[in-house]
C-alpha cells in the first residue's frame, strides 16, 4: 500500500481540528517551527501542509504576522434566506440571538414614502443582533407603521422575527414580500452596533410586505458581515430562475442569511 505522504497526514489532520473549532475563525496557528516540532518533521514539509489548506481556503497567511483561520461563509439560496439561522443551527453552529430592543420612533425618509405616512406618524421597531459560534454575524431591524397592523404591533412587541410574525398573520391576511439586495460598508454607529470595525464590508437584505391589495405593512433591514454569507440562484435552461435551489454549503465556520 502507497504511504501518504507526511505533509498530507499534517493537512488532513489540521483540516479536522479547524473543522472541530480547535483553532476557531480568525485565530493565528502556531508557526512553522511550531508545528515542525509538534510533528517531528522539517519545515518545509509543514510549509507545504499549509499550502495546501490555503488552497483550500480554510486559511490564509498575512504577511510579516503568520497564518490566520479563514472565514468560509455559508452559501445560501436566495429564495431560503429566511431559513438561515436554522440550517446554520442544524449544521451544529451555535446561533445566539441577543435580547431585542422595540421601540417607537419617527419614520424615515424612506418610511414616509413607502408606507405613505406623515413625519408625525410614529413607526414600532425591534432590533436584534445575532451571532454565530459567538462571533458577530446580522442585526436586523423590522418595523410597522404602528396602528395600521395591530396583529403585527402586536407580534413586533413579543420580540417575534418577522417571518414568524407573517406566519401568524397568514390566517387573516394574504401578504406578498419583495426583497431588494445591496452592499455597503458600516460606518461608525452601524459599526458600534454589529461590534465590529468601521468600514467592515456588509450585504444589505431590505424585504417589503405587502397586503394582498398592495398596501405595505412592514419593512425589514437584515445586515450580514459580508465575508461571512454569500446567496446563490438556480436557473433554468432559458435563464429563468428556478425555485429548486440547492441545499446550502455549510462550513465548519459561520456566515448565513437572513430573516
Known amino acids: 500500500m502507497k504511504r501518504v505522504p507526511l505533509w498530507r497526514q499534517i493537512q488532513k489532520e489540521l483540516t479536522e481540528a479547524i473543522s472541530a473549532n480547535r483553532y476557531r475563525v480568525g485565530e493565528k496557528l502556531p508557526t512553522e517551527a511550531e508545528f515542525a516540532a509538534l510533528y517531528s518533521v522539517n519545515r518545509h514539509t509543514v510549509r507545504r501542509a499549509l499550502a495546501a489548506l490555503a488552497e483550500a481556503g480554510l486559511v490564509r497567511s498575512q504577511q510579516g504576522s503568520g497564518v490566520y483561520v479563514a472565514i468560509r461563509p455559508i452559501v445560501v439560496p436566495i429564495d431560503q434566506q429566511f431559513?438561515?439561522?436554522?440550517?446554520?443551527?442544524?449544521?451544529?453552529?451555535?446561533?445566539?440571538?441577543?435580547?431585542?430592543?422595540?421601540?417607537?420612533?419617527?419614520?424615515?425618509?424612506?418610511?414616509?414614502?413607502?408606507?405613505?405616512?406623515?413625519?408625525?406618524?410614529?413607526?414600532?421597531?425591534?432590533?436584534?443582533?445575532?451571532?454565530?459560534?459567538?462571533?458577530?454575524?446580522?442585526?436586523?431591524?423590522?418595523?410597522?407603521?404602528?396602528?395600521?397592523?395591530?396583529?403585527?404591533?402586536?407580534?413586533?412587541?413579543?420580540?417575534?422575527f418577522l417571518q414568524t410574525a407573517l406566519a401568524e398573520l397568514a390566517s387573516?391576511?394574504?401578504?406578498?414580500?419583495?426583497?431588494?439586495?445591496?452592499?455597503?460598508?458600516?460606518?461608525?454607529?452601524?459599526?458600534?452596533?454589529l461590534g465590529v470595525r468601521e468600514g467592515t464590508a456588509l450585504q444589505l437584505v431590505k424585504v417589503v410586505v405587502s397586503r394582498d391589495d398592495g398596501l405595505p405593512i412592514a419593512v425589514s433591514q437584515t445586515y450580514y458581515l459580508a465575508d461571512r454569507i454569500s446567496f446563490s440562484a438556480t436557473f433554468g435552461p432559458h435563464g429563468e430562475p428556478t425555485m429548486a435551489a440547492p441545499e446550502p454549503v455549510m462550513h465548519r465556520s459561520y456566515a448565513g442569511a437572513a430573516h
Open 172 to 193: 387573516q391576511q394574504v401578504h406578498s414580500q419583495t426583497a431588494q439586495m445591496s452592499a455597503l460598508t458600516a460606518n461608525g454607529a452601524l459599526a458600534r452596533e
Open 83 to 160: 431559513q438561515v439561522y436554522q440550517r446554520t443551527e442544524s449544521a451544529g453552529h451555535a446561533v445566539d440571538h441577543l435580547p431585542v430592543a422595540v421601540a417607537l420612533r419617527a419614520p424615515n425618509n424612506a418610511e414616509v414614502s413607502l408606507f405613505n405616512i406623515d413625519k408625525s406618524s410614529r413607526m414600532l421597531a425591534s432590533t436584534r443582533r445575532t451571532t454565530i459560534d459567538t462571533d458577530p454575524f446580522s442585526m436586523v431591524e423590522w418595523a410597522v407603521p404602528f396602528g395600521r397592523t395591530p396583529a403585527l404591533d402586536a407580534a413586533l412587541r413579543r420580540g417575534l
